[in-house]
């Protein structure tokens, strides 16, 4: 019963009994995930595990013929075995493990007795190497200890990618010495909107990470065998660094912090000046996350105050460009530059393929499927999250006591039906371009981390199935699978959407979503599609 569904799992004869007296044993490259493993344990059996002998042993070990993320896992009635590739497939087999436990398994406290385990065995890898979420922390800022609790339950997924969508036009989150009113202004903002274009609430909002904060994050999902990608996003997306240094923008008059949604004007001028700052403000991100991939997003920059600036027409005249679409692949290059001088690797958004783009960069394509269809056939790397299938901020029934309608409907079948490979790229070579896919979880309107478990859960499982397991799907088996895996998720303490829809205080009554905007979103989708195939 475990997910994401392994490769292959076998029941044996026999049982595995659990208890304080067991020892978990691990050659040393392995201390590590044998201390997680114990530290996830100890408290559920009511005592220490130690690393000796005992009446029962947990051994962790290494195989050279697996790949790293692969293991084998088996459970016998003298002994349990994890074997993997390297330490992160020895990790994925201790998570299997501890989900052939009951549920009381996933809770801080003693279960009140010996805990039987089934005898088994798995053998088990991943489908994809780059196993995805996109947590939007600027739109709403996730408090640091929020931000721990997702990166465990992405490792409870075998997730393996946090994208960190740290900058916005409505904050931003992350401490940055040099410029100290990046967080002391652009952290802040004096009100939010409700729903998608519904009244303001007239109440503050805000937050940010310092930088003991993120090395905690990167280091805390580190143990849990996740990469964190930080994002800041440019030349779009920057109000709230604009707000904080005006000379960033292209404007005479002052900006707030921007308070609405949608794709805002503001954007970054392109200034010798501007480019440098950011550099700058990477050169402190680079320092922070050891990630070799780094997002400088690219998404939704609207040119109208491009195409209105003398500086900037004079900068395009200058640089030999056709246009602003020309402009901005530019700045992007610019940045890709930056990056691969410094031995990682640009990600950023499928707007980045319109007006030409530098060869190492990868490309998160998420207007549909068309964006990776371009760019793994113009042999890029690619990153799937269609906000088709895998943007979890849309709704997730049809039912009006769904909260803030937004976005087209993708229910849990939905999501379980994904396939990260496009359709179009399956059984042509650029489908091995596909290094994987990330769900979003874009927080417009997701302002509480009980909203963000609605949201998020159960999709995530099913995402967490389409990355990982072969690429058969069993909707039945799933189905049954995740009645023995919402118990897990509800030890541990997370609000998700029941099958039957939301609980009465999951709704939200008052906030706007209108058919018309239903209506509005599902035009907007079917546009971006048609535009990109064209
Ligand atoms: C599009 S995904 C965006 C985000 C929004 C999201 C809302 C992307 C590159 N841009 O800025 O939060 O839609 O669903």
Redesign the pocket.
Known sequence: MIVPKPVRYEIRQGRFVLDRDTSVTASPPLGEVASWLRGELSPVVGGELLPGPGSGTITLGLRDDLPPEAYRLSVAGDGVVIEGGGPAGVFYGAQSLRQLLPPAAFRKASAGGPLVLPAVLIEDEPRFGWRGCIL?VA?HFMVKQDVLRFIDLMALHKLNVLHLHLTDDQGWRVEIKRYPRLTEVGAWRKESQTGWNGPMDGRPHGGYYTQDDIREIVAYAARRHITVVPEIDLPG?TQAAIAAYPELGNLDTPLEVRTTWGVGVNVLNVEESTIAFFQNVFDEVLELFPSPYVCVGG??CRKDQWRDSPAARRRIRELGLRDEEELQSWLIRRFDDYLAERGRRLVG?DEILEGGLAPGAVVAS?RGDLGAVSAARAGHDVITCP?TSV?F?YRQGTGEEEPVPF?TVLTLEDVYAFDPIPGELRDDPAEARVLGSQC?L?S?LIDSNRHMDYMAFPRVAAFAETVWSPPARDLADFRLRLTAHLPRLAAVGVEYRPESGPLPWQTRPGVPGRPEDRARWQAKIDAWTSNIRS
């Open positions: 939007d739109r997306h998404d939704e958004w998420w906000n943007y901020d976005g979003g874009w417009e």
